[in-house]
């Protein structure tokens, strides 16, 4: 490996390339010629667009990445001089989870590791959710991998604040074992690695980077490095996930691809977007991960409706009054005064069947008073 590392960094990240295509080719060369990833890059500019059916455009990638190889070279001398080790998809050592759930469609060609590789071959799940999760999706996700290590599970970590950091946490917590999934160049985690080294030494703790080694943290990369986490799991548990972001459009395209992904059933007054996400396919479990019954997904509008018609009737004519206090405001400021779990829609659609409250427009937005009051006072949107 330490004399081909050059040429799979050099095709691994081939620019304006995707996963398939470079999948494809490797397919071609590797496994229907029998030519090692070495023999591909010698071969001419002629064979390249001839065997391999290459355009002109995807020849002078492959020349470029090949004017390169000096460097590469001396990237992967260092890399493994420092303790990482470079596993390409041919490698058996790579993940067969990985290459299971995401295809040749999805498969990065290279993973850039340190620690015990062996983990990639256990049984695992991934513990997702948003970055500011409550209390109790935390408590959650404790409880999930600390299940998930009495059974000698993996728990997989996007090493992000919230609940990927506390499954990182937990698992070392209870005695489990862990890979954390970069967002990063695997050489840019000096920090995290002189913090889980003790873990790592002891073969506890997996650190896999798909992305160029030096490759500095971008919220690209963070997306990016989504789909790995999925696809290194047998099981996907969600302790919570808002409409929008990384866990959301994880579980989305996970739901596409027709993974099996577990969601905690919210408790009756949150606010996230776990009930959407189970009416959209996802399995819904309690505490301890188990699964509910088929029919709560069901039950959801009920759900939902009870908890409205709850908070509606907790708005009082003399609270509104009290909050609105002769001003005009926007549903926006109205819910913050009134401390309401509402959409603006939500409220707007309310405040309309009121006879006391009076809309007044003002550039396309609606401000709210009390039908009498002249002496308001505009609110800050328009001052």
Same mark, same amino acid.
């Given at each position: 490996?330490n004399?081909?590392a050059?040429?799979?960094?050099a095709?691994a990240h081939l ?8 999948n ?5 060369f590797?496994y229907?010629n ?10 001419s ?9 290459l355009?002109?455009r995807?020849?002078e990638?492959l020349k470029?990445?090949?004017s390169?190889?000096?460097?590469n070279?001396?990237?992967?001398e260092?890399l ?6 470079l ?5 058996p050592?790579?993940?067969k ?7 040749a469609a999805?498969?990065p ?7 015990n590789?062996?983990i990639?071959c256990?049984?695992s799940i991934?513990i997702v959710?948003s ?5 109790k999706?935390?408590e ?17 970590s996007?090493?992000?604040k919230g +609940?990927?950091?506390?499954a990182?946490?937990s698992?070392i917590k209870?005695?489990?074992? =862990?890979? &954390?999934?970069?967002? %990063?160049g695997i050489m840019t985690f000096?920090?995290g690695l002189?913090?889980?080294?003790k873990?790592?030494?002891d ?8 992305f160029f ?8 990369l ?11 799991a047998?099981?996907?548990y969600?302790a919570?996930s808002s409409?929008?972001?990384?866990t959301w459009a994880?579980?989305i395209d996970?739901?596409r ?6 969601v905690?059933?919210p408790e009756i007054?949150?606010?996230n ?5 189970i009416?959209k396919?996802a399995i ?9 019954s088929?029919?709560?997904?069901a039950?959801i509008?009920?759900i939902?409706t009870? +908890?409205?018609?709850s908070?509606?009737?907790e708005?009082s004519?003399?609270k509104?009054? =009290?909050a &609105?206090n002769?001003? %005009?405001?926007t549903a926006k ?12 829609r939500k ?6 069947k009121?006879d006391?409250?009076?809309i007044?427009k ?13 002496d ?5 949107l328009?001052?």
């Amino acid at each position: 490996m330490n004399k081909e590392a050059a040429y799979w960094i050099a095709l691994a990240h081939l620019p304006r390339w995707g996963y398939l295509k470079i999948n494809n080719l490797i397919i071609k060369f590797y496994y229907e010629n029998k030519l090692t990833i070495e023999d591909f890059f010698q071969l001419s500019e002629n064979d390249w667009r001839i065997q391999y059916g290459l355009e002109y455009r995807e020849v002078e990638d492959l020349k470029k990445a090949k004017s390169e190889l000096a460097n590469n070279a001396f990237l992967a001398e260092s890399l493994m001089n420092e303790g990482y080790e470079l596993i390409p998809i041919t490698s058996p050592l790579y993940s067969k989870t990985l290459k299971d759930n995401l295809k040749a469609a999805h498969s990065p060609a290279l993973l850039y590791v340190k620690g015990n590789k062996q983990i990639m071959c256990e049984k695992s799940i991934a513990i997702v959710g948003s970055r500011n999760a409550s209390y109790k999706s935390l408590e959650f996700t404790e409880n999930i991998a600390k299940l998930a290590s009495k059974e000698f599970k993996v728990v997989i970590s996007g090493f992000a604040k919230g +609940v990927d950091k506390q499954a990182l946490d937990s698992a070392i917590k209870f005695k489990g074992q =862990s890979i &954390i999934v970069l967002p %990063q160049g695997i050489m840019t985690f000096n920090s995290g690695l002189k913090t889980y080294y003790k873990q790592i030494i002891d073969g506890n703790v997996l650190i896999l980077s798909i992305f160029f080694p030096k490759a500095p943290w971008k919220p690209e990369l963070a997306m990016a490095r989504n789909p790995i986490i999925y696809g290194l799991a047998n099981e996907i548990y969600v302790a919570e996930s808002s409409e929008r972001g990384g866990t959301w459009a994880g579980v989305i395209d996970g739901l596409r691809k027709d993974r099996k992904i577990f969601v905690r059933k919210p408790e009756i007054d949150e606010k996230n977007a776990n009930n959407i996400l189970i009416q959209k396919g996802a399995i819904p479990v309690d505490f301890d991960g188990n699964e509910l019954s088929k029919d709560y997904a069901a039950r959801i509008p009920d759900i939902f409706t009870t +908890v409205q018609e709850s908070n509606a009737s907790e708005l009082s004519e003399a609270k509104i009054r =009290s909050a &609105i206090n002769g001003k %005009q405001l926007t549903a926006k400021e109205l819910i913050k005064k009134l401390e309401l779990n509402w959409t603006s829609r939500k409220l707007n659609a309310y405040l309309k069947k009121l006879d006391f409250i009076e809309i007044v427009k003002e550039k396309k937005i609606n401000l709210y008073k009390i039908k009498g009051d002249t002496d308001t006072t505009q609110t800050t949107l328009f001052s």
